[in-house]
């Protein structure tokens, strides 16, 4: 089974404070992608990246960068932490496309709160 | 660009009864996934659909992609209350080539015991 791990379940920042959330898997995929989740607004894409080191905007991704220095791992970085930051953070990752649509695997999320 | 509709937005059901949700969209897909979150947890995959017409069993869930594959619906038989959670549909963006997917809102499920 694919495994998504993201490091925190939970946690608590202050505004302008720089923050790391960090994202593992396991099943050796190309493509990871990180989405906010807030009520009435289903999942939105922030930032994706298909291979080492690259990375893509998504829909939302002011306020946010991104880092992929190995294949397994991409954090998502709050370069400066804002109250409407606030929200529950998830990480996907699937194989490349290849002729067949694989799905996204997520993880548990990560609940933030910016104080 | 692509949008997915999800209706209903949220049900409230009694334990025993048959569930249906679907969703729609204005452009064809070629693959449809079925996802659910439990309350405070990450989505789960249910069902993938890779053939206009399918119709796929998972346990008492039930998904078919659409003759048109401008749809799809999702069934849950004899819910009970573990069935509790947010279902969500999704199919891969057509935009740029990309390894995106497009979601829709969500069908919020309540399960009275």
Not at chain 1, 18 to 32: A, G, I, P, R, T
Not at chain 1, 61 to 84: C, D, H, M, Q, W
Not at chain 2, 13 to 24: A, F, L, P, R, Y
Request: aromatic residues 10%; neutral net charge; contains cysteine.
């Amino acid at each position: 089974d694919v495994k998504v791990t993201q490091s925190s379940r939970y946690l608590v920042k202050r505004t302008g404070e720089k923050v790391f959330l960090e994202c593992v898997q396991d099943m050796d995929h190309e493509n990871m992608f990180w989405y906010r989740q807030d009520p009435g607004l289903g999942l939105r894409l922030i930032y994706f990246s298909y291979d080492v080191k690259m990375k893509e905007k998504g829909d939302i991704p002011e306020g946010y960068s991104v880092s992929r220095e190995k294949k397994e791992r991409f954090s998502l970085i709050l370069e400066s932490a804002s109250t409407n930051q606030t929200s529950m953070y998830l990480c996907a990752s699937s194989p490349p496309r290849d002729g067949s649509n694989q799905p996204q695997h997520f993880g548990d999320g990560t609940r933030l709160s910016i104080l | 660009g692509q949008q997915l509709n999800q209706s209903p937005q949220s049900m409230f059901i009694q334990e025993g009864e048959d569930v249906s949700m679907n969703c729609t969209s204005s452009s064809i897909f070629n693959t449809w996934l079925w996802y659910k979150q439990d309350p405070g947890e990450g989505p789960v995959l249910l069902i993938a659909l890779y053939k206009a017409g399918e119709l796929t069993s998972n346990g008492r869930l039930t998904a078919q992609f659409g003759i048109t594959r401008k749809d799809s619906f999702l069934n849950i038989s004899a819910s009970i209350p573990s069935d509790v959670g947010i279902y969500f549909c999704a199919g891969p963006s057509t935009q740029g080539g990309s390894e995106k997917l497009v979601f829709g809102k969500g069908t919020k499920l309540t399960v009275n015991p």
